[in-house]
């Protein structure tokens, strides 16, 4: 079995992942990064997630939010709705930075494998969550990684949802008795969920589509 | 002519490349990553180069050292003098932080290229400074790029220093007035350079080597 570090955002994929995660390690470690989002909420998701699983969660701030202008961090609006191309919620190599801390994290806790909930199949089009770009960070990432250097050993990058689609990320998640209720996917800071943001509209449509009510609470309902 | 950002530590090798990227950029822009390292003095060095310059320096905090174990953050004693593999002061993944941090600015800045002061010639043996790992980082860095998914036009990485001596490092700066003094190579947190540490006995050495008098000044001198 495999000691794993899992890039928990407290969102529903991430949750899901860690749940899984939790299943094939024989030691698994939470890391959150906190970096400016304006949905801070989601650090409480997964502090919650982290605790129900009985696993260490390890909180870093890294302000990427002073160097890239983006609706996550409050410099845009929050686009409602699906949108064409990369939308504004587009966080600049979020993932690249996510995954470089989480392998120099590996090396201190002779981890094996970082899961990350990316999925490129419901998604909102970040580059960062396509298949091709997890290969080639795999790759560079061993690069720098002492480990590899010196034994050709690989950190593995773990992306169990990649190719699933909301719908049946709900299913496994459901079959794993993931709570739902507290997981965050909603872009925005409210106090309860706005259910018309693209994260969140990707979400109902997918609990809808299961047939089940979502237990999260939403605005207006 | 095009838009660079140089990762500036303060160092040797990263002030002679920002002096080389400040003749080949119509603008640029410093970044300096504080990361928890001990010898902060590094971030003073940086700002007088920067000022040096005319560049104008960001700095972001990034505790990489809440993560990792390393000298340079101060739960490794410095070793003194080469050592064999690679040494305590390995700070796991910095270069893959830092790159993507500074890829993450690009995309703000509409940056086209972003300079690092990496050399493995006469260098402590990190693996995240040999060329492989600048090459593949490129690779995986533009393909988290919104204008390189958008356009297929590359961010560049630029390394000047890639494949020189230290001793050529030292010609180059001579030859474009980089003021050595201002520079700080050492890896203790001293009010002088120790003279003794990797990072010092390579600087030492090379500027004896080139027949000039280094200009930093050091302990017991």
């Given at each position: 079995m495999s000691k794993g570090i899992i890039l928990l955002s407290g969102g529903l994929d991430s949750s899901v992942t860690a749940y899984?995660?939790?299943?094939?390690c024989k030691e698994l470690n939470a890391?959150?990064?906190?970096?400016?989002?304006?949905?801070?909420?989601?650090?409480?998701?997964?502090?919650?997630?982290?605790?129900?699983?009985?696993?260490?969660l390890k909180t870093i701030s890294v302000p990427i939010s002073?160097?890239?202008?983006?609706?996550?961090?409050?410099?845009?609006?929050?686009?409602m709705g699906p949108s064409d191309g990369i939308p504004d919620t587009w966080v600049p190599q979020r993932n690249s930075i996510f995954l470089a801390l989480a392998f120099a994290y590996a090396e201190t806790l002779e981890a094996?494998?970082?899961?990350?909930?990316?999925?490129?199949?419901?998604?909102?089009?970040?580059?960062?969550?396509?298949?091709e770009f997890i290969e080639s960070a795999q790759i560079t990432l061993n690069m720098a990684s002492k480990r590899y250097v010196a034994t050709g050993v690989k950190t593995r990058i773990m992306?169990?949802?990649?190719?699933?689609s909301k719908k049946e990320i709900i299913r496994v998640g459901l079959g794993l008795e993931v709570p739902f209720g507290l997981t965050w996917s909603c872009y925005q800071g409210g106090e309860k969920a706005c259910g018309k943001c693209d994260s969140c509209s990707i979400r109902l449509a997918a609990f809808e589509a299961v047939g089940i009510q979502d237990p999260l609470e939403y605005e207006g309902k």
């Open positions: 899984i995660a939790k299943k094939e890391l959150f990064v906190e970096y400016g989002q304006r949905h801070i909420r989601e650090w409480e998701s997964s502090s919650r997630i982290a605790e129900s699983l009985g696993v260490p002073e160097l890239v202008e983006t609706s996550l961090t409050g410099q845009k609006a929050v686009p094996d494998r970082v899961y990350i909930g990316v999925n490129h199949i419901d998604y909102s089009g970040y580059p960062d969550c396509r298949p992306t169990p949802l990649l190719q699933l």
